[in-house]
């Protein structure tokens, strides 16, 4: 069992940067990925950045370039750097850990076996 617990968030103005992070606690060396999703109102859960354990990431269109996920091993703990914020970016942000190999590119909510609580980022225009 791994347990995920994030912190970060708020409310930025647009232009603005936040970093997001996701300490996980319990089987932590049982995490092979880990990812960022995100849920905008009115819209599916959406993949926004991944990285494996092997270090290969896989960053949504909309924010490559301005987003960079990231990793402290020795902390347990995953994160975020929102760089550049856009309104449309305004969502509540989950991160996951999955535990299993997969060939393919990490961009599927099935990959990821453990989620965080979620929390809120808001950019005002």
């Known amino acids: 069992q791994v347990q995920l617990v994030q912190s970060g968030g708020g409310l930025v103005q647009s232009g603005g940067s936040l970093r997001l992070s996701c300490t996980a606690s319990?089987?932590?060396?049982?995490?092979?990925?880990m990812a960022w999703y995100r849920q905008r109102p009115g819209k599916q859960r959406e993949l926004v950045a991944a990285?494996?354990?092997?270090?290969?990431?896989n960053y949504a269109g909309a924010v490559k370039g301005r987003f960079t996920i990231s990793r402290d091993s020795a902390k347990s703990t995953g994160y975020l750097q929102m760089n550049s914020l856009k309104a449309e970016d305004t969502a509540v942000y989950y991160c996951?850990?999955?535990?299993?190999?997969?060939?393919?590119?990490?961009?599927?909510?099935?990959?990821?076996?453990?989620w965080g609580q979620g929390t809120q980022v808001t950019v005002s225009s």
């Open positions: 996951a850990a999955g535990t299993k190999y997969y060939s393919g590119s990490y961009s599927r909510p099935y990959e990821y076996d453990y």
């Open positions: 319990g089987s932590v060396s049982t995490i092979y990925a």
């Open positions: 990285l494996t354990r092997t270090g290969r990431t």
